[in-house]
């Protein structure tokens, strides 16, 4: 019998279309699920309809920056388990710092490599196996 496995829904949050785009193809050639939003109010409202089993939120944001929009996932009962990536063109101490006191579960310095990308959900999401869909 064959075993179908529903595909791992990932939230890209980030107000750069290169960034959405980059990351969306990335993770659907690996069978992932993927929706985008723009900014944290945009995500927040996703959030709520498709529950993602990890998110990735870009720190500078317009509206919602990254740690609020962080800050308000984790404190949603529903939500405070979902693993909450930031992803940062700053690989600084300090943002580390104050992605940890918000809640975040890990930090991805951009430009991030598919490597980085997909070595977050493995880590964070246990027993997503990455399928890599022939491209014909």
Known sequence: MEQH???LKVMVIDDSKTIRRTAETLLKKVGCDVITAVDGFDALAKIADSHPGIIFVDIMMP???????????????????????????????????KGRIVGSDQYLTKPFS???????????VPGFVPVEQATT
Not at 69 to 94: E, H, Q, R, Y
Not at 115 to 124: F, S
Request: aromatic share 6%.
């Open 5 to 7: 496995s529903e595909s």
């Open 63 to 97: 509206r919602l920056d990254g740690y609020q929009t962080c800050a308000l996932i984790k404190n949603n009962s529903a939500f405070k388990s979902t693993p909450v990536i930031m992803l940062s063109s700053k690989d600084g101490l300090f943002d580390k710092a």
């Open 114 to 124: 598919k490597e980085e990308l997909l070595g977050a959900i493995k880590t964070h």
